[in-house]
């Protein structure tokens, strides 16, 4: 699996801060090291120093803070589900689908509320920028997609009182939406915002209570030996008696038992200066079975992303952002020229998602999955399938609540733990074969 030093230049990490190598010695010795400086991996060192402050913590990244998938997506804060509504009905309940939307809400709500006290407001590398738009439009592009889509999607509406369905003729009358003839789902509590600063935001708040952040750090392997774990890096190795997996698309390069539940998935992202005197796009736009995705930040310019449905297996176990595959580039181009009638690209990008099997994260212990003591004190979360924004922020509440030996929320979704009954097939012999 690749992890290059190197990768494509995203939008969001141009000029920004904690992009180059930790100067500070690595510690020795440590109560929880959390592999991983991305949104999952530093909320969870947010929730530890309010659970347990006087815990020594080190967060590890083989590169900057944020430049995994949080610097490298959409920008787009939506709650909602991967699949629909009757699909997880069908899959776990009616009240469980219903609590997986009412935690993104959650999620988004706790995340706002964090950045209303620790942001700032200047535009600089502490400002997310955080901005609610009209929603997001979930815009069917095919009348067969509308066909299969909007009775799930009724069913949703019915559950959900800020979602509601869209005519084709409504949608039509939308600056960015007129070439969209099928209608589709109105997702009313939407934000746009620069993630990797939401990142940012939370690595200036954990740094100031004492937690110690290693860029450039990569880790090699984990080791359990003599009752503590030994987490080998280029840098030296840190002993400490528990660990968090927080690396999403490289989990399994990590834990081999992952290697067949979490698969890579690479993305493609460009963004656009929008026409001087063009109708501002003011809702986010999500098209094609998720397949497209566009935003409008607040100085106007344009993130539009995906389209790797075109490329031969959907740049599924790719795992290199350093690279970009051209025909999703001239897929993405023909799209903000023939559609949004923008150009030229102004810069382009790659980023790595991390699908879980089931398409939610997957948290919890590490030595439940392989059923061997050579994993005690680990624990993971990752496999946020493109979903990560509404996600993780309190997912890392939930492993922090795990590494602090604390009762995880009696609102947290129990579908998102390794235990979870659907699971439990997973983690069979032939997965520990893999140790």
Not at 90 to 115: C, H, I, K, P, T
Request: proline share 6%.
């Amino acid at each position: 699996m690749h992890l290059n030093p190197a990768s494509t230049e995203s939008y969001w990490l141009r000029n920004a801060p904690f992009q180059q190598p930790s100067k500070d010695p690595l510690p020795a010795k440590a109560d929880i090291v959390i592999i991983g400086a991305g949104l999952t991996g530093m909320s969870t060192a947010y929730w530890l120093t309010q659970m347990q402050p006087n815990l020594k913590v080190v967060v590890a990244d083989a590169r900057g803070i944020a430049s995994g998938a949080t610097g490298r997506n959409g920008g787009i804060l939506s709650p909602g589900l991967n699949d629909d509504f009757e699909t997880t009905v069908a899959a776990y309940g009616e009240a469980s689908a219903q609590r997986l939307v009412e935690f993104d809400y959650r999620n988004v709500d706790m995340l706002n509320q964090f950045l209303k006290e620790h942001a700032d407001h200047d535009k600089g590398f502490f400002d997310p920028e955080l901005t609610w738009t009209k929603g997001t439009i979930v815009a069917w592009s095919t009348a067969q997609e509308a066909e299969e889509a909007r009775p799930a999607a009724e069913s949703l509406c019915k559950k959900v009182s800020d979602m509601r369905i869209m005519s084709p003729e409504e949608l039509q009358q939308i600056p960015g939406f007129e070439s969209f003839h099928y209608g589709g789902l109105h997702v009313k509590t939407t934000a746009v915002a620069w993630a990797a600063k939401i990142v940012f935001c939370l690595a200036r708040y954990v740094m100031e209570k004492g937690v110690h952040i290693a860029t450039y750090t990569r880790v090699e392997q984990v080791v359990h030996e003599s009752g503590v774990n030994k987490i080998y890096t280029n840098r030296g190795i840190i002993e400490a008696p528990q660990v968090a997996y927080c690396t999403n698309a490289w989990t399994a390069r990590l834990l081999k038992p992952m290697r067949d539940v979490i698969v890579p998935v690479r993305n493609q992202v460009v963004s656009v200066r929008a026409s001087p005197g063009a109708p501002r796009l003011e809702y986010v736009m999500s098209a094609d079975r998720g397949y497209q995705y566009m935003s409008c930040r607040p100085n106007g310019d344009i993130i539009m992303g995906g389209m790797r449905n075109i490329a031969p297996g959907k740049q599924e176990h790719e795992d290199d952002d350093s690279t970009l595959n051209t025909a999703v580039s001239r897929a993405l181009v023909r799209f903000m020229s023939d559609v949004m009638h923008v150009l030229p690209v102004e810069q382009e990008w790659a980023g790595v998602m991390g699908f879980s099997r089931d398409r939610l994260p997957i948290l919890g212990n590490v030595e439940y999955i392989t059923g061997s003591s050579k994993n005690k004190g680990q624990f993971i979360a990752a496999g946020f399938t493109g979903h990560g924004m509404p996600r993780t922020f309190l997912c890392g509440r939930a492993i922090a609540q795990l590494l602090a030996n604390q009762t995880l929320d009696n609102w947290f979704p129990p579908e998102f733990l390794v235990q979870h009954p659907s699971r439990r097939s997973w983690w069979d012999s032939a997965s520990k074969s893999n140790l």
